[in-house]
């Protein structure tokens, strides 16, 4: 049994980290669902939306639910649709946290998450030149 993912962002910003993550490592070795969360969409249903895709991807193992910002509505949506389940959510998705997640798939749930914190947190550098000398 492996986890499931599902990646709950604004519009576009999961399918399209999907992709690349998946072009770069040639598969997707986890369960993966994306849900893509609209302004005009109705929070009742993404919750519901978002609960049905969690049992779909809960093969035993649990879920792992990766979200774009924090505090933002797919983060409130994940945390209010995992409640009660075994999940856990992590927010800031970026390409290295999701390489991470996919190198590691045989993880347990608590590990995976870590490993996705850590992933996207080392993902992100600051690549600064020296300023020219007067």
């Known amino acids: 049994m492996r986890v499931g993912l599902l990646i709950i962002t604004h519009r576009r910003i999961g399918s399209?980290?999907?992709?690349?993550?998946?072009?770069?490592?040639?598969i997707c070795p986890l369960q993966t669902r994306c849900l893509e969360v609209f302004n005009e969409d109705d929070r009742d249903e993404l919750i519901a939306r978002a609960r049905r895709l969690l049992e779909e991807l809960d093969s035993g193992a649990g879920v792992l639910i990766l979200t774009d910002a924090y505090g933002a509505t797919p983060s409130n949506i994940a945390v209010?649709?995992?409640?009660g389940r075994t999940s856990r959510v992590v927010s800031g998705i970026n390409l290295p946290m999701l390489l991470c997640v996919f190198n590691?798939?045989?993880?347990?749930?608590?590990?995976?998450?870590?490993?996705?914190?850590?992933?996207?947190?080392?993902g992100v550098v600051h690549i600064g030149q020296e300023e020219p000398k007067p």
């Not at 590691?104 to 914190?117: D, I, T």
Request: hydrophobic residues 55%; glycine residues 8%; charged residues 25%.
């Open 16 to 26: 399209e980290t999907l992709a690349a993550a998946e072009r770069a490592l040639g």
């Open 80 to 83: 209010e649709a995992a409640a």
């Open 104 to 122: 590691y798939p045989s993880r347990w749930l608590a590990a995976l998450a870590e490993s996705a914190a850590r992933g996207g947190r080392a």
